[in-house]
């Protein structure tokens, strides 16, 4: 049987991670690199237009998302 990469404990099939680990992992991720390294929100200081304008196309969260399209619908 397979094991998580994030946490270690079993998973019946792939992918071989907890869909709530990767999204754990990947949140804390994402609100480090956009604290501490976009440029967007130092650039654009309206949350809503932020989001209108940048997050809701952002590369890095698309990417991190594609962990979770895998053997489970992204569910």
């Not at 404990?9 to 480090?32: S, Y």
Request: charged share 25%; hydrophobic share 35%; aromatic share 6%.
């Amino acid at each position: 049987m397979e094991k998580c990469k994030i946490c270690g404990q079993p998973v019946m099939a792939a992918p071989v991670f907890h869909p709530a680990c990767w999204e754990t992992v990947t949140k804390r991720m994402a609100e480090e690199f956009c604290d501490e390294y976009c440029r967007f929100p130092r650039e654009i200081e309206d949350t809503d237009s932020l989001h209108e304008l940048h997050c809701d196309d952002c590369a890095l969260i698309r990417v991190l998302n594609l962990g979770l399209s895998g053997g489970n619908g992204g569910a």
